[in-house]
């Protein structure tokens, strides 16, 4: 059964902690992304991929990192510097380079509260 | 950044009506076009996509795309309950290697029985 798979579901963290959220997909895509939602926000991006061992920052990077060693995984940590983590992330893959598609398909998210 | 704008809502239409959801994009290079539906909580799911002038319809949604104007809308015909959800439109931005799309904030439109 293809498809993207995110965990945990729900994620609650304390203040000064790092995070790690998964992210894991089966298509056979080289292109994965990261966005995070805010109540009432549209999506915004926090980094992306096109291929293995390569990834770009998007408009919001700061206190975030990740790593691309394998094609079917790109785990997101949360580090301690992002002042406001609390949103839903949403992990994105595509086929990676295209003239005029490319379309993106999202795994089901992870809720992340800080407490 | 490249903008794209879409008018917040709530758009309410009648069960069986025409919902019309609009789209704007700052781009005048932008070649490709998608529209995705998010029900509360859920992730987003990809409806369509379009790149060529015109009309493209799949089943009861139809895009629509009008390059000159920056514009590209979708209509949802025989508006069911179940379409009520928030319809984010968004803009393929970059080439090659960089390739991205750029989100609007969404439109969340209610159908009511």
């Known amino acids: 059964d293809g498809g993207i798979t995110q965990s945990p579901k729900y994620l609650f963290r304390k203040e000064g902690q790092n995070v790690t959220l998964s992210c894991e997909q089966n298509l056979n895509h080289d292109a994965m992304y990261w966005y995070r939602q805010d109540p009432g926000q549209g999506l915004r991006l926090i980094y992306y991929?096109?291929?293995?061992?390569?990834?770009q920052k998007g408009d919001i990077a700061e206190g975030y990192s990740v790593s691309r060693e394998k094609k079917e995984s790109f785990p997101l940590t949360v580090t301690s510097a992002q002042k406001n983590p609390t949103a839903f992330y949403l992990c994105a893959s595509s086929i990676g380079f295209s003239p005029f598609t490319n379309e993106q398909f999202f795994g089901p998210g992870t809720r992340l509260t800080v407490l | 950044q490249k903008e794209v704008e879409q008018n917040s809502g709530p758009l309410s239409v009648p069960e069986g009506a025409i919902a019309s959801l609009n789209c704007t994009y700052s781009?005048?290079?932008?070649?490709?076009f998608f529209w995705y539906r998010q029900y509360s909580g859920k992730s987003p799911e990809l409806i369509m996509f379009i790149y060529s002038n015109g009309d493209k319809e799949d089943g009861r949604f139809t895009a629509q795309l009008n390059k000159a104007s920056q514009y590209v809308s979708l209509l949802i015909r025989d508006s069911q309950p179940s379409d009520s959800a928030t319809y984010l439109c968004?803009?393929?931005?970059?080439?090659?290697?960089?390739?991205?799309?750029?989100f609007g904030k969404g439109t969340k439109l209610t159908v009511n029985p």
């Open positions: 781009d005048q290079g932008s070649q490709s």
């Open positions: 991929s096109q291929i293995v061992n390569d990834f």
């Open positions: 968004a803009v393929k931005e970059g080439q090659g290697g960089s390739e991205k799309l750029v």
